[in-house]
């Protein structure tokens, strides 16, 4: 049986469901499976696709909260969140591993309720915003922190094809790109438009 939810810090995979269809199955797998291994020593894969009953039609968040077994599955309609501006903070906050409390991530966001979400600079490098890794834009390539708070699923993907770069990117650094985009599991791959990154000093950043 399940432990209680009290007892284990239960761990969150967001994964999009479109019109039936399970979107990037295979690194939501990957990150449940090690994170089940690293968190509760277990070393049986527990197979989401077993455990998904899609919904045939419209935009899902399809939210699992899990431990060593599911706890919950729910079906969520998705409606992308407007991200039109960023503050850029500093935080020594851990989130190495996609747990369900949130609350380290949520207490930062409150503490700047004038923009939509931060961005969180850590041991003086850029990670990753609230809800999602973040990639910025040369001219030649698009490239995101080496160090993100989470390795994303989006953003492992990304990687893996060779579209994105990992670099360590300093708040002096992104004066230099030219475009900004966000990206997790939903959201995908989203360029921004008409997007103002505000430092930690007030210097505005528009894109």
């Not at 994303?152 to 990992?166: A, S, V």
Request: charged fraction near 25%; proline fraction near 5%.
């Amino acid at each position: 049986m399940p432990s209680d939810i009290n007892d284990t810090p239960l761990l969150l995979e967001t994964i999009k469901i479109e019109d039936g269809v399970i979107h990037n199955l295979p690194y939501h797998q990957e990150r449940c499976t090690q994170s089940r291994q690293a968190l509760y020593g277990v070393t049986d894969i527990l197979e989401l696709k077993t455990h998904i009953n899609p919904p045939p039609k419209g935009l899902y968040r399809c939210r699992i909260l899990y431990e060593k077994n599911i706890h919950t599955i729910e079906y969520i309609p998705y409606v992308p969140k407007i991200i039109s501006s960023l503050k850029i903070i500093t935080s020594e906050v851990e989130y190495a591993y996609k747990y369900a409390n949130r609350n380290a991530l949520n207490s930062l966001l409150t503490m700047e309720k004038e923009y939509d979400d931060v961005l969180i600079e850590k041991n003086g490098y850029l990670t990753d915003t609230s809800i999602a890794n973040i990639a910025f834009y040369d001219g030649r390539q698009w490239v995101t922190p080496q160090d993100p708070l989470l390795k994303g699923t989006m953003r492992q993907k990304l990687i893996d094809e060779g579209f994105l770069q990992t670099k360590q990117i300093k708040i002096a650094d992104i004066v230099a790109y030219t475009q900004v985009a966000l990206m997790n599991a939903m959201l995908g791959f989203k360029i921004l438009k008409n997007i103002t990154i505000t430092d930690n000093r007030g210097t505005h950043y528009d894109y």
